[in-house]
């Protein structure tokens, strides 16, 4: 029988855990012909939802959980879940508030039985979301494939089916600042999209913030690309070029240099120059890409 886990990152979802429970249950049971397991991964909460899951792992063993000792993101908890189920056959990534249709994920399994290894749920449309979070993230996407050679899947969250040798390359992957989204793309291996409403969340309140949306945002862009870097390079030459024409100049052609053509063309000779050096410098840090 093959063995499926159900890997749900936890934050403060006390309000959210019975209705998810409940939900997941319904469409666990109708699936006999899999071994399925539902993994909570307790991000740190601070409030009674690790209670909530020992309660429920008590009462039915189908559920289990991992509490991590503080909250480190869902990327990281996503990451902790991947790893301590890299030995199922597939494993489902869903958000527990409800926003993640459960009654999606047969079909995820039944793409994933037609041969595809990673099944991802693209929205059809976002509830709940305000204006600004959807232009935001609209014109991110743009700037991040700008940036990036990886594609990256739109409207596209984590709620996803992927396979075992999917979850045990992202695992191999020892990236310190993780974004789940580019690490999928990167991996590659067969990718089919399943699309689906995304409702709003069922209580409690959104975990994300501007100050980590835009830290995941930069993460997004610097640990897949060194095209800044690369920018930073031409930006030092060409600042370095005009310092050394500059001074070339002014020593050939004034009969007297003045105060301010030292002070300009060492600023330039000495501004190009770092430019150009932290660009070379990418060369120590990124190894990997
Ligand atoms: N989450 C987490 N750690 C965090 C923040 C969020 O594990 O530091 C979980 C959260 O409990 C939920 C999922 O990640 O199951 C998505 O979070 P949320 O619904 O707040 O994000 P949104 O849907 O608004 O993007
Ligand atoms: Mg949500």
Same mark, same amino acid.
């Given at each position: 029988?093959?063995?499926?886990?159900?890997?749900?990152?936890?934050?403060?979802?006390?309000?959210? *855990?019975?209705?998810?429970?409940?939900?997941?249950?319904?469409?666990?049971?109708?699936?006999?012909?899999?071994?399925?397991?539902?993994?909570?991964?307790?991000?740190?909460?601070?409030?009674?939802?690790?209670? *909530? *899951?020992?309660?429920?792992?008590?009462? %039915?063993?189908?559920?289990?959980?991992?509490?991590?000792?503080?909250?480190?993101?869902?990327?990281?908890?996503?990451?902790?879940?991947? %790893?301590?189920?890299?030995?199922?056959?597939?494993?489902?990534?869903?958000?527990? %508030?409800?926003? %993640?249709?459960?009654?999606?994920?047969?079909?995820?399994?039944?793409?994933?039985?037609?041969?595809?290894?990673?099944?991802?749920?693209?929205?059809?449309?976002?509830?709940?979301?305000?204006?600004?979070?959807?232009?935001?993230?609209?014109?991110?996407?743009?700037?991040?494939?700008?940036?990036?050679? *990886?594609?990256?899947?739109?409207?596209?969250?984590?709620?996803?089916?992927?396979?075992?040798?999917?979850?045990?390359?992202?695992?191999?992957?020892?990236?310190?600042?993780?974004?789940?989204?580019?690490?999928?793309?990167?991996?590659?291996?067969?990718?089919?999209?399943?699309?689906?409403?995304?409702?709003?969340?069922?209580?409690?309140?959104?975990?994300?913030?501007?100050?980590?949306?835009?830290?995941?945002?930069?993460?997004?862009?610097?640990?897949?690309?060194?095209?800044?870097?690369?920018?930073?390079?031409?930006?030092?030459?060409?600042?370095?070029?005009?310092?050394?024409?500059?001074?070339?100049?002014?020593?050939?052609?004034?009969?007297?240099?003045?105060?301010?053509?030292?002070?300009?063309?060492?600023?330039?000779?000495?501004?190009?120059?770092?430019?150009?050096?932290?660009?070379?410098?990418?060369?120590?840090?990124?190894?990997?890409?």
């Amino acid at each position: 029988m093959k063995k499926i886990s159900i890997v749900v990152p936890i934050y403060n979802e006390e309000k959210v *855990i019975p209705f998810f429970k409940n939900r997941i249950l319904n469409i666990i049971k109708k699936e006999e012909k899999y071994e399925i397991e539902v993994l909570f991964v307790d991000d740190g909460s601070n409030d009674k939802s690790i209670e *909530i *899951i020992k309660n429920i792992r008590k009462q %039915d063993k189908r559920f289990s959980y991992i509490s991590l000792s503080r909250n480190f993101g869902k990327e990281i908890a996503i990451y902790a879940g991947l %790893d301590y189920a890299k030995e199922s056959d597939a494993v489902v990534l869903i958000d527990a %508030d409800l926003q %993640d249709p459960p009654e999606l994920i047969p079909k995820l399994i039944e793409q994933w039985e037609n041969g595809y290894d990673d099944v991802y749920a693209k929205r059809k449309r976002r509830e709940g979301e305000s204006f600004i979070k959807k232009i935001t993230s609209k014109m991110y996407y743009i700037v991040l494939q700008k940036f990036t050679n *990886i594609p990256i899947q739109k409207d596209t969250g984590d709620f996803r089916l992927l396979d075992k040798r999917c979850v045990q390359a992202i695992c191999n992957l020892k990236e310190e600042a993780r974004c789940s989204k580019s690490l999928f793309s990167l991996i590659g291996y067969n990718k089919k999209e399943v699309l689906f409403e995304r409702d709003k969340r069922i209580a409690g309140t959104t975990k994300w913030n501007y100050k980590k949306l835009v830290n995941l945002a930069i993460d997004g862009i610097t640990s897949f690309t060194i095209s800044p870097l690369r920018w930073s390079t031409y930006l030092g030459s060409i600042i370095f070029l005009t310092g050394l024409i500059y001074i070339t100049s002014i020593l050939f052609h004034s009969n007297e240099i003045q105060g301010y053509q030292i002070v300009l063309s060492t600023v330039l000779f000495l501004g190009g120059l770092q430019f150009f050096i932290i660009g070379v410098m990418r060369r120590i840090y990124r190894k990997n890409f």
